[in-house]
Each structure stands twice: as C-alpha cells, then as structure tokens.
C-alpha cells in the first residue's frame, strides 16, 4: 500500500500527486507550528511554534497503513 504523507504543492496538488505515486490515501494532521513556514499574517498574530498534533490519531492511521501493507504483500 502506498500512502502519500506530504501535501503536493504544485499544480494538481494532493489529487495528481496520489495518481502520479499510486498512493491510495492521504491523511493531514494539523497541529504544527513551524516558525520557518509561518506567513506574514501568522507571524503578526504571534503563533507560537509548537506540534499539538494528535498522537492517538497519527498511530491509529500507522497501524492502518501496517495492516494493508501486511494483506497486500
């Protein structure tokens, strides 16, 4: 089972991207702040860099990932 993890940015964004590699889902897990690619308008509210990602949600989707690529093999 492939899965794309990244976001495309680039013309045909997430739905070329998953044609192109074959991935048969994509998932984001929002919660990250990462000072380096914050925009003008986050930078003027003051967020704060942080990852509040959800811990539970990302494992519950690894292992989801695991079993398909246990019955695909």
């Given at each position: 089972?492939?899965?794309?993890?990244?976001?495309?940015?680039?013309?045909g964004?997430?739905?070329?991207?998953?044609?192109?590699?074959g991935?048969?889902?994509?998932?984001?897990?929002?919660?990250?702040?990462?000072?380096?690619?914050?925009?003008?308008?986050?930078?003027?509210?003051?967020?704060?860099?942080?990852?509040?990602?959800?811990s539970?949600?990302?494992?519950?989707?690894?292992d989801?990932?695991?079993?398909?690529?246990?019955?695909?093999?």
């Amino acid at each position: 089972m492939k899965i794309l993890v990244a976001a495309a940015s680039k013309r045909g964004g997430i739905p070329q991207a998953m044609a192109v590699t074959g991935a048969v889902a994509h998932r984001i897990f929002w919660g990250k702040i990462d000072p380096e690619v914050l925009n003008l308008g986050e930078r003027l509210v003051h967020a704060q860099p942080g990852d509040d990602r959800e811990s539970d949600a990302v494992t519950e989707w690894a292992d989801q990932i695991l079993v398909g690529a246990k019955t695909s093999t």
